[in-house]
T-cell receptor
Framework: IAGITQAPTSQILAAGRRMTLRCTQD?????MYWYRQDLGLGLRLIHY???????GKGEVPDGYSVSRANTDDFPLTLASAVPSQTSVYFC?????????????FGPGTRLTVL | GQNIDQPTEMTATEGAIVQINCTYQ??????LFWYQQHAGEAPTFLSY????GLEEKGRFSSFLSRSKGYSYLLLKELQMKDSASYLC??????????FGAGTTVTVRA
């Protein structure tokens, strides 16, 4: 059982390019999340999905889009990357029917936009 | 917005005890989490508190006071491998997690 996987591990991207970060979980969790982590700011929620077919905006959604076609996959797309989107991106998932609804994180994608 | 405060850095000696404090002001409260994050790795779940009091899990304990908007994570018998960042996260009334910036703990021999 892999848990949550993310791809790519790291990427250097030219400004203006389109990029999709992939996230897959095999725990059958209903909820999935995308965060960015920047030095001194902690993790900030970009988008989330409570169940397949639904998505919602987090704290910092501008410049990002997501889709949730099925339970396992939750890709994050940067339509036209800008340098301020340089960050480490973490995907997470949780089972909201569990007592604690604890979020479990993938290994992260380090993205540099030049 | 949410406001979660924790110290930026702490240093302690191997075998000692360290207490990491977290204060929060959020719109609603549905639980507080502590995560550990080693450099270059993903956050990993440590503890969860939703009721007041102390939760103990091996060398790690977490305390919550909802009336004071306060929690702490206690790390006992520190080991070198405990050198990491510790993230305090609060689940608000909308069931969204807000994270503090993290406390970097350095364990010295």
């Amino acid at each position: 059982i892999a848990g949550i996987t993310q791809a790519p591990t790291s990427q250097i991207l030219a400004a203006g390019r389109r990029m999709t970060l992939r996230c897959t979980q095999d725990m059958r969790h209903n909820a999935m999340y995308w965060y960015r982590q920047d030095l001194g700011l902690g993790l900030r929620l970009i988008h989330y999905s409570n169940t397949a077919g639904t998505t919602g905006k987090g704290e910092v959604p501008d410049g990002y889009s997501v889709s949730r076609a099925n339970t396992d996959d939750f890709p994050l797309t940067l339509a036209s990357a800008v340098p301020s989107q340089t960050s480490v991106y973490f995907c997470a998932s949780s089972d909201s029917s569990s007592g604690t609804d604890t979020q479990y994180f993938g290994p992260g994608t380090r993205l540099t936009v030049l | 917005g949410q406001n979660i405060d924790q110290p930026t850095e702490m240093t302690a000696t191997e075998g000692a005890i360290v207490q990491i404090n977290c204060t929060y002001q959020t719109s609603g409260f549905n639980g507080l989490f502590w995560y550990q994050q080693h450099a270059g790795e993903a956050p990993t779940f440590l503890s969860y508190n939703v009721l007041d009091g102390l939760e103990e899990k091996g060398r790690f304990s977490s305390f919550l006071s909802r009336s004071k908007g306060y929690s702490y994570l206690l790390l006992k018998e520190l080991q070198m491998k405990d050198s990491a960042s510790y993230l305090c996260a609060v689940r608000d009334g909308d069931y969204k997690l807000s994270f503090g910036a993290g406390t970097t703990v350095t364990v010295r021999a």
